[in-house]
């Protein structure tokens, strides 16, 4: 004749820790998910109100009057080593896309939306960041902020 005595069940703990995990691993996958999106789709609108930057997490408006344009420039961050970002503060850095809050060698704060680092419209500001944007033509994205600033 056999007896058995079955474990006193353990508390909820190990069942809310599986569930924590589990939440944490989908909010993980759903942000990378945005990101590999938002690589593709961020826009770099100009109009006469500013500069609009959408489709990523650290997108924004911008007002004409605080982009420092006569200072912009395209660069080439694979040889023009001031303007590379060098430390990411606050952003992600996936490989072909860097995006957020970043350093550049200069010391500089800049913002950050970089995919191609060979294409690259580098426009301070006068608020104490710079931003750099990929777009096939950055020179093309400058004349566009000069026509809507006037010459601000």
């Not at 694979?78 to 490989?95: K, M, W, Y």
């Not at 960041?129 to 020179?139: G, H, I, N």
Request: net charge positive; glycine share 10%; with cysteine.
């Amino acid at each position: 004749m056999k007896t058995s005595f079955p474990i006193i069940p353990a508390s909820n703990g190990p069942v809310w820790l599986f569930v924590g995990m589990c939440v944490f691993s989908l909010a993980l996958i759903a942000l990378f998910g945005y990101l590999a999106f938002s690589s593709r789709h961020v826009v770099f609108d100009v109009s006469s109100d500013g500069l609009h930057i959408r489709g990523d997490m650290y997108g924004r408006r911008i007002p004409l009057s605080a982009l420092d344009i006569a200072q912009a420039k395209p660069v080439d961050l694979t040889r023009d080593r001031e303007f590379q970002l060098v430390a990411r503060t606050n952003g992600s850095g996936l490989p072909g896309y860097r995006s957020g809050w970043f350093r550049l060698r200069k010391g500089e704060k800049c913002l950050a939306f970089v995919t191609d680092p060979q294409h690259v419209l580098y426009v301070p500001t006068r608020e104490g960041f710079s931003v750099a944007m990929s777009v096939s033509e950055p020179e093309a994205l400058l004349e566009e902020l000069r026509k809507a600033s006037g010459g601000l």
